[in-house]
């Protein structure tokens, strides 16, 4: 790629300004987020899901103590859920 004039290495330098400056605004204004800031909020959505999803047995034999079969069925069908979503992740 040959050097750029100097108009237009000025002009991509203003573009570029004006890109970061709209770009703060957004983020000021709430309407952008900080990708690090998602990546954390959603992993911990995760986890807490994850970590209710493995009560649900215990808390169904509880529930139903005439039916102990129906929390070690809902427990195998949730690791087998998990693990085919953990297998996806990757």
Do not use: H, Y
């Amino acid at each position: 790629m040959a050097n750029p004039t100097p108009t237009a290495a000025n002009t991509r330098l203003k573009m570029a300004q004006a890109r970061k400056v709209e770009m703060e605004n957004e983020l000021q204004a709430g309407r952008l987020l900080k990708r690090d800031e998602v990546r954390e909020r959603v992993a911990d959505m995760i986890v807490t899901t994850k970590s209710r999803l493995l009560q649900l047995p215990a808390r169904c034999r509880g529930a139903f103590p005439s039916q102990p079969q129906f929390g070690v069925w809902l427990e195998k069908e949730l690791d087998e859920a998990l693990n085919a979503l953990a297998e996806d992740a990757l």
